[in-house]
């Protein structure tokens, strides 16, 4: 019995390198997965149950510090102290962080959880023209309409209630302006996270306007979004926000004429959209 398990041990590797080859051969086994299939990769943990979230989650209406599914962040990935997010994200985020930096890339985190006091505080310095827009314009001068006002600042700022940053899901990177990833180390940065992001479970929810995100904010390469969470509270809003409960801050009487509700919170890029 000895003999003969010696001389089946050259066929027993021959056969092995020859399976290993085959396998390695599999262009499927190449293929980058889709959003969808990254995402569902990301451990079951990572995806509470959407019971467990109330409209007053969904609009913010909460403190992050004490909250229990929320974690400071430290300094060693922000440019300051007394960024918060949900704790899942924020594993996730530490993840990416590290196979960025494997890459050679540096993820800073800019702005995260914001709740609604914190966002009506955004909403309503701009609305006053005590912070001027990205265009540079008082917007309380330019547009003494209420609605062509809440457009202008809707470019790029959600209103009190609707902006996923309540969510503690979403997370900006490096910089406020696209331009920063157009070009050099900036460029590098994007294009690495547009194709491995999903692996970790994050996706751009504001990418360029066109036929399918004809709605919704500008472009902004700076945002991602923690999917495995944030989609099953997009699918929540979807069902249960309406425009009428968009209150409590300057402007929001153009919620409703705005449709800020389909158009805003709603009109993201479809691969972040709800589960379909």
């Not at 209406?61 to 400071?72: I, L, M």
């Not at 001027?132 to 609605?147: M, T």
């Amino acid at each position: 019995m000895c003999h003969t398990r010696i001389a089946l041990l050259p066929l027993m590797l021959l056969t092995g390198l020859f399976l290993g080859s085959c396998r390695q051969s599999n262009p499927q086994k190449d293929q980058a997965p889709s959003t969808a299939e990254a995402v569902d990769s990301v451990p079951a943990l990572s995806a509470p149950k959407r019971d467990s979230f109330g409209l007053d989650y969904v609009m913010g209406k909460f403190e992050p510090a004490s909250h229990p599914d929320f974690t400071p962040i430290d300094a060693a990935y922000a440019d300051r102290n007394g960024l918060y997010m949900r704790k899942d994200a924020y594993q996730a985020f530490l993840r990416m962080h590290e196979a960025a930096k494997a890459a050679g890339h540096s993820l800073v985190i800019r702005s995260a959880a914001r709740n609604f006091d914190y966002q009506k505080g955004i909403w309503e310095r701009k609305w006053t023209g005590d912070r001027r827009l990205s265009s540079g314009e008082n917007a309380a001068e330019a547009f003494p309409d209420a609605k062509s006002r809440a457009l202008a600042i809707l470019k790029y700022s959600s209103m009190p209630g609707t902006s996923r940053h309540h969510w503690g899901t979403d997370i900006d990177l490096n910089a406020f302006n696209n331009d920063y990833f157009e070009k050099g180390e900036g460029a590098e940065l994007y294009q690495w996270l547009a194709a491995h992001a999903a692996e970790f479970g994050f996706c751009q929810p504001y990418t360029p306007k066109g036929d399918e995100r004809p709605y919704g904010y500008n472009e902004e390469k700076w945002h991602w979004s923690y999917l495995p969470v944030a989609r099953p509270l997009t699918q929540l809003a979807k069902e249960a926000l309406r425009d009428s409960m968009i209150s409590g801050f300057k402007g929001a009487e153009a919620a409703p004429g705005i449709q800020v509700v389909s158009r805003y919170v709603l009109g993201i890029n479809q691969d972040c959209l709800y589960e379909r």
